[in-house]
C-alpha cells in the first residue's frame, strides 16, 4: 500500500531463487543506483535484513535505512549499524507491552 500511495516503486526480495519462472531473486522494476527504504513488520534480531541488504546492494542498489513497526530486540540497531543501515522502528517491544497493559486496566 506504502508504495502504491506514494507512486514508488515495490520491490520484493526473496531469500532465495525460485526453481521456476523468471528465477528472480527480487521482483519489481529497479535499476542501478537506485534508492531503496526497507519496510519489515516485525525486527528481532536484524539477521534477515542484513541478508535482504546484502541482496539489494549486489543487484546495484543503495539500501540505508530499514523503517519497520515493532522492534523485537534493541541489539537489531547495533546489527545493522554494522552494515550502514540505519534501524527506524515506529514502536519499540517495550512500548507496545506498555499499551496492552493500558488497554488491559481499562
Known amino acids: ?3 502504491f500511495f506514494l507512486e514508488r516503486p515495490l520491490l520484493m526480495c526473496r531469500k532465495e531463487v525460485k526453481t521456476h519462472g523468471q528465477k528472480n531473486i527480487l521482483e519489481g522494476l529497479h535499476q542501478k543506483g ?11 534480531t ?9 541482496i539489494l546492494r549486489q ?14 530486540d534493541p541489539k537489531a540497531h547495533q ?16 512500548e507496545l507491552m506498555h499499551v496492552r497493559q493500558a488497554i488491559e486496566a481499562v
Open 1 to 3: 500500500l506504502m508504495a
Open 34 to 44: 537506485q534508492l531503496c527504504l526497507l519496510i519489515e513488520d516485525v525486527v528481532s
Open 46 to 54: 536484524g539477521d534477515s535484513i542484513v541478508q535482504a541488504v546484502r
Open 59 to 72: 543487484e546495484g542498489l543503495e539500501v540505508h535505512h530499514c523503517l519497520c513497526l515493532v522492534c523485537r
Open 79 to 94: 546489527t545493522l549499524a554494522a552494515e550502514n543501515i540505519q534501524l527506524h522502528p515506529l514502536l519499540r517491544l517495550e
